[in-house]
């Protein structure tokens, strides 16, 4: 049998939730809690244990036809007794063979660590039943099984395990009557015995007694290398405190990285299978925590959660489960959460982008990207479990009305505003030289390059129709270039549709191309005119943005810097169309000024912060330095 070791070095980022308040053993008194790899690694006498593991091959031999098991060291159940001279530590053995139930090596010691007893044990429940069973903090019914277990060293050969210490609770300690599972279920009482009644088959040859009852009998059967069996039975209840000579205390172990793997399918093909599998099983821990989440029965939604947690956890290692979790219960909450305290904080009212948050996109817009086929597809603002991410302001001032057609009056506001709709795709395309990105470049020393942009209508019809009186469903393509080597997001083209139309504005959302593709960030923008509260005429183009958490961290992008580049080149966008309208406004005898721009955005480390830090989500959310 060849045992191999994974995770010896790996520390995992997990301790907070795999280690909860201590819990007590039923009816043994024990302490029993996880333990992470960074913990286990400082004990050395355990850590040159489990290295000589490799070494001793002649200790390991298997049954039948097995070759190989992979022992996970990066976590174990540790169990200790009060006064800290009894411990054990249980670790989880995968690679097993067809049919085999599951099997745990177990490391025990009397002596506060000074040397070691082991064991390969095998419970009765092989991966299909552990599958439907298992929960992490709830124990496990033996009764009526068979539990086998193999000394290892010298020092097991002269023990024994009893079922009274194999069958555990994780109830509070002292509080077996009226403790709860963290699902709710009320734990068995002190004095419940059905859940202790097992068997324990001992592959050794000696005879012992534990605390519960005796253990004797006979079977049949043999193992190479091993003495045959020579007892069998089964215990009945026992007392509290240290394990009797020669009777260890133990609890299972299972990290079921099958039953997830299972869960998460189907999949696109078998390599995408397998890298969650091979990723799964370098991160036991993460396992373990998936498996609390998910339960033997989850949703469609636990699911999608999971994998999308999985994507972050591969380029983010320490971000914890819990907080994805409670994230996401945020947004499912209030799809404003991210943003909403620092836009209050800046004095921007949420209320005023409802209208734009909750509109869709109406029939005619969805019959005509129908009718185009394949490619062409609305990006929904509302689809699934996404928060805001941007909401945006700028506005841009006109204390005297122009006078664009050149007859000597001074235009109206509707005529302002007809002007400003015939004019747009000049006025909202531009470009900037040395435009400063705020992300670093590569090969860039400067983080700077030349970038523009053009809007232009898709056909000579959607131009009509833009500037028609029923300019619903016209489309204009976003044509973005840049010089020098850039972020791929800097020409990253984009489609915007009509969706939306008013006397006083215009509404469009995005929409996926075969020509321009889709956008990292779905939306509504909104232009057009209002009387502001100096009584002024004020042009003004508004926003919401919708992003996954995932496109946030930039989980799947070509570079690092979509996410600031995004922003960056909105920001350009918007900031060149207020200059664009007031030099226009202004070169045709009106007169017009520029108003601060106001923006609430969603960083990537702001999300980082939030699925690492200690500190209440709450709290991280309200600072908006």
Same mark, same amino acid.
């Given at each position: 049998?060849?045992?191999?070791?994974?995770?010896?070095?790996?520390?995992?980022?997990?301790?907070?939730?795999?280690?909860?308040?201590?819990?007590?053993?039923?009816?043994?008194?024990?302490?029993?809690?996880?333990?992470?790899?960074?913990?286990?690694?400082?004990?050395?006498?355990?850590?040159?244990?489990?290295?000589?593991?490799?070494?001793?091959?002649?200790?390991?031999?298997?049954?039948?036809?097995?070759?190989?098991?992979?022992?996970?060291?990066?976590?174990?159940?540790?169990?200790?007794?009060?006064?800290?001279?009894?411990?054990?530590?249980?670790?989880?053995?995968?690679?097993?063979?067809?049919?085999?139930?599951?099997?745990?090596?177990?490391?025990?010691?009397?002596?506060?660590?000074?040397?070691?007893?082991?064991?390969?044990?095998?419970?009765?429940?092989?991966?299909?039943?552990?599958?439907?069973?298992?929960?992490?903090?709830?124990?496990?019914?033996?009764?009526?099984?068979?539990?086998?277990?193999?000394?290892?060293?010298?020092?097991?050969?002269?023990?024994?395990?009893?079922?009274?210490?194999?069958?555990?609770?994780?109830?509070?300690?002292?509080?077996?009557?009226?403790?709860?599972?963290?699902?709710?279920?009320?734990?068995?009482?002190?004095?419940?015995?059905?859940?202790?009644?097992?068997?324990?088959?001992?592959?050794?040859?000696?005879?012992?007694?534990?605390?519960?009852?005796?253990?004797?009998?006979?079977?049949?059967?043999?193992?190479?290398?091993?003495?045959?069996?020579?007892?069998?039975?089964?215990?009945?209840?026992?007392?509290?405190?240290?394990?009797?000579?020669?009777?260890?205390?133990?609890?299972?172990?299972?990290?079921?990285?099958?039953?997830?793997?299972?869960?998460?399918?189907?999949?696109?093909?078998?390599?995408?299978?397998?890298?969650?599998?091979?990723?799964?099983?370098?991160?036991?821990?993460?396992?373990?925590?998936?498996?609390?989440?998910?339960?033997?029965?989850?949703?469609?939604?636990?699911?999608?959660?999971?994998?999308?947690?999985?994507?972050?956890?591969?380029?983010?290692?320490?971000?914890?489960?819990?907080?994805?979790?409670?994230?996401?219960?945020?947004?499912?909450?209030?799809?404003?959460?991210?943003?909403?305290?620092?836009?209050?904080?800046?004095?921007?009212?949420?209320?005023?982008?409802?209208?734009?948050?909750?509109?869709?996109?109406?029939?005619?817009?969805?019959?005509?990207?129908?009718?185009?086929?394949?490619?062409?597809?609305?990006?929904?603002?509302?689809?699934?479990?996404?928060?805001?991410?941007?909401?945006?302001?700028?506005?841009?001032?006109?204390?005297?009305?122009?006078?664009?057609?050149?007859?000597?009056?001074?235009?109206?506001?509707?005529?302002?505003?007809?002007?400003?709709?015939?004019?747009?795709?000049?006025?909202?395309?531009?470009?900037?030289?040395?435009?400063?990105?705020?992300?670093?470049?590569?090969?860039?020393?400067?983080?700077?390059?030349?970038?523009?942009?053009?809007?232009?209508?898709?056909?000579?019809?959607?131009?009509?129709?833009?500037?028609?009186?029923?300019?619903?469903?016209?489309?204009?393509?976003?044509?973005?270039?840049?010089?020098?080597?850039?972020?791929?997001?800097?020409?990253?083209?984009?489609?915007?549709?009509?969706?939306?139309?008013?006397?006083?504005?215009?509404?469009?959302?995005?929409?996926?191309?075969?020509?321009?593709?889709?956008?990292?960030?779905?939306?509504?923008?909104?232009?057009?005119?209002?009387?502001?509260?100096?009584?002024?005429?004020?042009?003004?183009?508004?926003?919401?943005?919708?992003?996954?958490?995932?496109?946030?961290? !930039?989980? %799947?992008?070509? *570079?690092?810097?979509?996410? +600031? #580049?995004?922003?960056?080149?909105? =920001?350009?966008?918007?900031?060149? /169309?207020?200059?664009?309208?007031?030099?226009?406004?202004?070169? !045709?005898? %009106?007169?017009? *000024?520029?108003?601060?721009? +106001? #923006?609430?955005?969603?960083?990537? =480390?702001?999300?980082?912060?939030? /699925?690492?830090?200690?500190?209440?989500?709450?709290?991280?959310?309200?600072?908006?330095?």
């Amino acid at each position: 049998m060849i045992l191999s070791l994974t995770g010896c070095e790996k520390d995992d980022s997990f301790k907070e939730q795999a280690g909860d308040p201590q819990v007590n053993a039923i009816e043994s008194g024990f302490n029993i809690e996880y333990v992470e790899s960074s913990a286990i690694s400082k004990n050395a006498n355990l850590a040159k244990q489990l290295s000589k593991l490799l070494t001793t091959p002649e200790n390991l031999m298997g049954k039948g036809e097995r070759t190989e098991l992979t022992l996970h060291t990066q976590i174990a159940k540790y169990i200790s007794s009060e006064d800290g001279s009894y411990q054990s530590y249980t670790f989880h053995v995968s690679n097993t063979p067809d049919g085999v139930g599951l099997e745990n090596i177990l490391y025990a010691s009397s002596d506060g660590g000074k040397s070691y007893r082991i064991y390969l044990l095998e419970y009765p429940y092989t991966e299909e039943k552990m599958m439907n069973s298992f929960l992490p903090f709830k124990p496990l019914d033996f009764k009526g099984e068979d539990i086998t277990y193999y000394p290892l060293n010298e020092e097991s050969k002269t023990a024994s395990i009893d079922c009274t210490v194999l069958v555990q609770t994780y109830c509070q300690k002292d509080n077996h009557e009226d403790g709860f599972y963290p699902n709710g279920e009320t734990c068995p009482a002190h004095q419940s015995t059905s859940v202790l009644e097992c068997h324990v088959q001992f592959w050794g040859g000696m005879s012992s007694s534990g605390p519960g009852g005796s253990i004797g009998g006979n079977n049949g059967g043999s193992w190479p290398g091993h003495p045959n069996p020579s007892h069998t039975g089964s215990s009945g209840t026992g007392g509290a405190g240290n394990p009797s000579p020669g009777t260890e205390a133990t609890s299972p172990l299972y990290l079921p990285m099958k039953s997830i793997v299972r869960k998460l399918g189907p999949y696109e093909d078998e390599a995408e299978r397998d890298h969650i599998k091979e990723y799964l099983n370098d991160n036991p821990l993460l396992v373990l925590l998936i498996h609390m989440f998910l339960g033997n029965n989850p949703t469609s939604e636990q699911e999608a959660l999971i994998r999308d947690f999985l994507d972050i956890h591969k380029v983010m290692p320490n971000a914890k489960l819990d907080r994805f979790v409670e994230l996401n219960d945020i947004i499912q909450q209030n799809p404003w959460g991210l943003i909403q305290e620092c836009a209050q904080q800046n004095g921007m009212d949420t209320q005023d982008y409802l209208d734009l948050y909750n509109h869709t996109i109406p029939q005619a817009c969805q019959d005509r990207l129908d009718n185009f086929g394949a490619g062409y597809s609305n990006q929904p603002i509302s689809d699934g479990n996404v928060p805001l991410a941007n909401i945006d302001y700028y506005g841009v001032e006109i204390t005297t009305y122009p006078d664009f057609d050149n007859d000597g009056n001074l235009d109206t506001e509707s005529e302002i505003y007809q002007a400003f709709r015939e004019n747009f795709t000049d006025l909202a395309s531009g470009e900037e030289d040395d435009f400063q990105f705020t992300c670093d470049i590569p090969f860039n020393s400067t983080n700077t390059g030349d970038i523009n942009w053009e809007f232009e209508p898709l056909t000579v019809q959607d131009g009509t129709d833009f500037i028609s009186s029923n300019p619903i469903s016209s489309i204009l393509l976003i044509e973005a270039d840049a010089s020098g080597f850039l972020p791929t997001i800097a020409t990253d083209d984009g489609a915007i549709m009509v969706s939306g139309f008013t006397n006083n504005d215009w509404t469009i959302s995005t929409i996926t191309t075969p020509e321009n593709g889709s956008q990292p960030f779905s939306g509504n923008r909104q232009w057009g005119w209002i009387i502001n509260q100096n009584g002024n005429l004020e042009f003004f183009t508004r926003a919401v943005d919708v992003a996954s958490i995932s496109t946030l961290l !930039n989980i %799947g992008a070509s *570079t690092e810097c979509q996410q +600031e #580049t995004y922003y960056d080149i909105a =920001e350009a966008t918007w900031q060149n /169309l207020q200059q664009e309208i007031a030099n226009w406004v202004n070169n !045709n005898g %009106g007169q017009a *000024t520029i108003n601060t721009s +106001e #923006t609430v955005r969603v960083k990537k =480390e702001k999300i980082e912060e939030v /699925l690492t830090d200690n500190e209440s989500i709450d709290q991280i959310l309200s600072n908006c330095n």
